[in-house]
């Protein structure tokens, strides 16, 4: 069974910062011993899921959208199996519910490309 497990559900005012963790169980989310990527996305009420940041296990490499850059940090503990996305200056437009996702291959910006999501957790930002 292939699961991937956020947490860090909150509600933050404007400003204020969160961390979100995001955890693999079940499998090694790899293939011929390359980990595969780790993508955040959000979806918002009535909006389309949107990526935020993906990173690569082995070489670290991050992607973020122009909108977080600077401002949203993403990591990854491989020993742990966990990525976290640690959210800083929230505005009340980052309120949305978050995803963690994973696929084979390389990076993507397209959530229609990732293979496995968590549930989501919820995170509102009062103005």
């Known amino acids: 069974q292939v699961q991937l497990v956020e947490s860090g559900v909150g509600l933050v005012q404007a400003g204020g910062s969160l961390r979100l963790s995001c955890a693999a169980f079940?499998?090694?989310?790899?293939?011929?011993?390359?980990?595969?990527?780790i993508g955040w996305f959000r979806q918002a009420p009535a909006k389309e899921r949107e990526f935020v940041v993906t990173?690569?296990?082995?070489?670290?490499?991050?992607y973020y959208t122009d909108s977080v850059k600077g401002r949203f940090t993403i990591s990854r503990d491989n020993a742990k199996n966990t990525v976290y996305l640690q959210m800083n200056s929230l505005k009340p437009e980052g309120t949305a519910v978050y995803y963690c996702?994973?696929?084979?291959?390389?990076?993507?910006?397209?959530?229609?490309?990732?293979?496995?999501w968590g549930q989501g957790t919820q995170v509102t930002v009062s103005s």
């Open positions: 996702a994973a696929k084979r291959g390389s990076y993507s910006t397209d959530p229609s490309e990732y293979d496995y």
């Open positions: 079940g499998r090694t989310f790899s293939t011929y011993g390359i980990l595969w990527p």
């Open positions: 990173i690569t296990w082995n070489s670290g490499n991050t």
